[in-house]
């Protein structure tokens, strides 16, 4: 399904509310002037809400599913409507705000 690339500087938060970050963007390829993200690469997570309960909070993500027809250095790239993965909890990532002008599929 086609989405938008995500950037570095996409607003992305787990199923708890914590920001997530790239840890490991594309550094050859740019949109909206930021650096995009490709998969495997990680997402640290900070600030998630289950900090509070006894269950441990999401710590880090990945992406899973992105695009099939786009890659960067060998990798497929970070699209909003893929599929990704917290751990430890397994919630996915939720993309809230990114640029909007490319679109991969």
Known sequence: MPGPILHLG????CSHAGQATPTAPS?????????IVTLPGPYAVAGCAL??????PC????????????FSNAMPVVIATGQ????????????????????AT
């Open 27 to 35: 550094p050859r390829v740019f949109v909206s002037g930021q650096a």
């Open 59 to 70: 710590a880090t993500a990945t992406w899973t599913v992105g695009a099939t027809r786009v």
């Open 84 to 103: 990704s993965t917290c751990v430890p909890t397994g919630t996915p990532l939720v993309p809230i705000a990114m640029q909007t002008r490319v679109i």
């Open 51 to 56: 900090a509070s309960v006894p269950s441990p």
């Open 10 to 13: 996409a607003t992305v938060l």
